[in-house]
């Protein structure tokens, strides 16, 4: 299949219209690739610059980005990071989200190439991946429109895709990828437009905890999520609780065949009944409206464990979590509910294995004497 290769811009320098068929141009990329190391650098910058193409191209770049991307995938092996630093950077810089579906499977592809080819470029390309979690500061309100769902789920679809070929491909790419995913997690301390992030990464997050390498990732991925639960419940102080009636919770458990009722108002520790958080009491609190987020993300991801059968399993991790930091965070108001809701959604199995948890700390003389009264508490909620 021939194409032609259009006049680039000239910021990209000349190039020449030939037409050329996809091995003949997988050898032009070859050769501008060896030619560096002769100190011919010309088409090596030309084709740096083409892979600064993004935005809304014209039907020519479009081609141009599309092609090259496919070249390098069959040149991999020619990359040589010593020589093509700024290439590599170009590349592992690049942004889905600004990108059509076509030059989308492109980068995936090249992705994919560079990491099977060589060890020391497999945390790059992760991490690429992984940074391809969240658009752009500026798109992230379009993630409640059509056309943002719909970009969402083209751009996260091919990553998802692109972890799991690479995990295929490389057998240790799990346990590299975890440590990526969890250092580049939001936390409270970012700014704010980092922050909002926080809902669609965890998002990933809990979609590698149910996938293929869930099995390798699962305890980490969901005592992380746990403990960012915990640190935006911190964040919120009863201060910021405003007219609130304190006759109902602020949590209202939300079961599909199970008709809520309320629960009284003294609740042990401050703690509040089970549910998610009132946006109404709350409206306007950033931190509030991400944890309420958050809180509601987990408990569908749970129901979906239910679904699957896998339920019980996460379940232990959860409680593991619990018994090393919620239970012992006393002003924790929320992030418990996590917990609440999966003995819900599982009373046989999950809630009673965990009053049983709760009964063996409390009679056991291993924890902290403010620990074990609250397992008591717990149990009575």
Sequence with gaps: MGRELPKDSAESHEMEDVNISDLELVYHVREALTSVQSGDNDNYNQLVAVMHLSGC????????????????????????ISHHESLLVSIFGMSM????PDIMDAMKGLIISLAASDGKYVDSCLTMLVSNFTPPSYFLDKLKEPHGIERKHQVLSRVHAALKSISDLVPLAPMRLLPIVLQRMPTVHNKHERLKMIVVYTENMLKLESSAMGELVRSSMLMAVVDRLIDLDMEIGWDDILHHDFSKGMFEMELEDVEEAADDAEQVGDELPSGFLSRKSLSGNLI????????????????SCEGTGCLIEVFEILLQSFQITVLNTYKSKFAQFVVFYACALDPENCGLRFATM???????????????????????V
């Design 358 to 380: 709760l009964a063996d700390v409390f009679v056991s003389g291993l924890y902290p004497p403010l620990t074990r009264p609250l397992c008591m508490c717990y149990a009575f």
């Design 57 to 80: 191209l014209d039907p020519d770049n479009r081609a141009l980005l599309k092609t090259s991307l496919k070249a390098l995938s069959g040149a991999v092996s020619y990359i040589d």
């Design 288 to 303: 509030a409206e991400l944890l309420d987020s958050l809180m509601v993300l987990t408990f569908e991801h749970l129901e």
């Design 97 to 100: 989200w600004n990108s059509d």
